[in-house]
């Protein structure tokens, strides 16, 4: 293709063939991921690396693992739950039904998150939440359906599961391995969602987005803002990532409730 740098063609080529939108992303994110794939094959040279993503299913399937970044925890960011739980004691002593919407909800850690805080915490009336966990990524939702997770060099569930006052009520431990016990994935349900293309879901009185605004392409936020506005109720909650912010010309439109923990209120 005239005038395609090699990079871009690396670019074109994961257009072509997989389910992922290069042009959602910012270039530096999409830059490191690569490079480090390509590093992991020994290959320096992206005309190369176009080259063996044409032709090994294999690696366009580590490619992807690599762009969908699905690194997440229960209870991520322990400050902001603990704000968290006032605002769903305070919405379930005055709503008849919350609903809390995870988007992106990776393999199921937040979306569970929520739903073991309102069944541990005695002032929280867990009989009116109800949770949606939604991400792009089949394989992620397939693990959040499982609701099984495990123990292993660099992930302590028992340590993220603190934040809990009974964490063995809401899961069963056997080892390293835990599963989530059916109180808890009863409040939950998952959907496969893209927050750029799909556009609005029903109204939602708490919505989770964090940790997938640092990945994309400043041109394509206001897409994900226009879903996720579109998506709340009045007076309801939205929680950004701790390095993340709501854009500025859209800041009027939210009143911090904590803004150091990134809790905004809908206004
Ligand atoms: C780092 S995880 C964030 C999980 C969780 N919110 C947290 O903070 O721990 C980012 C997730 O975004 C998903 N994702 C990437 N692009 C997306 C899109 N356009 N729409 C929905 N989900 C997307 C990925 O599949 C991945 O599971």
């Known amino acids: 293709m005239t005038g395609e740098t090699p990079f871009e063609g690396v670019l ?6 997989v389910p992922f939108e290069p042009g959602y992303y910012n270039e530096s994110y999409l830059d490191r991921r690569i490079s480090a794939r390509m590093r992991r094959r020994d290959v320096d040279d992206h ?6 993503l044409r032709e090994e299913p294999d690696e366009r399937e580590a490619l992807m693992d690599a762009l969908t970044i699905n690194v997440t925890e229960f209870f991520r960011n322990p400050e902001m739950w603990e704000v968290l739980r ?3 004691r305070e919405m379930t002593e005055t709503k008849r039904q919350v609903n809390v919407w995870s988007a992106p909800c990776a393999d199921g850690r937040e979306p569970y998150s929520a739903a073991m805080l309102a069944c541990d915490d005695p002032e929280i009336d867990e009989r009116r939440l109800s949770v949606l966990g939604t991400d792009i990524s089949d394989e992620a939702l397939e693990n959040a359906r499982a609701g099984v997770y495990h123990t292993t060099r660099t992930t302590d569930i028992a340590a993220e599961l603190e934040p809990l006052s009974a964490p063995e009520q809401w899961v069963d431990r056997d080892g390293d391995s835990f599963r989530v016990r059916d109180p808890v994935k009863e409040l939950v349900e998952f959907e496969k969602h893209d927050l750029i293309r799909d556009g609005q879901m029903s109204a939602f009185d708490v919505v989770f987005c964090r940790n997938l605004l640092i990945y994309i392409d400043s041109g394509h936020k206001g897409d994900v803002f226009d879903t996720l506005e579109s998506s709340l109720s009045p007076g309801s909650v939205l929680v950004v990532g701790m390095t993340e912010s709501v854009p500025p010309d859209r800041r009027d439109r939210y009143e911090p409730v904590n803004k150091r923990r990134r809790v905004f209120r809908w206004a």
């Open 12 to 17: 074109r080529q994961i257009e072509d063939s």
């Open 47 to 52: 005309t190369e690396y176009e080259r063996l």
């Open 86 to 88: 006032g605002v769903l």
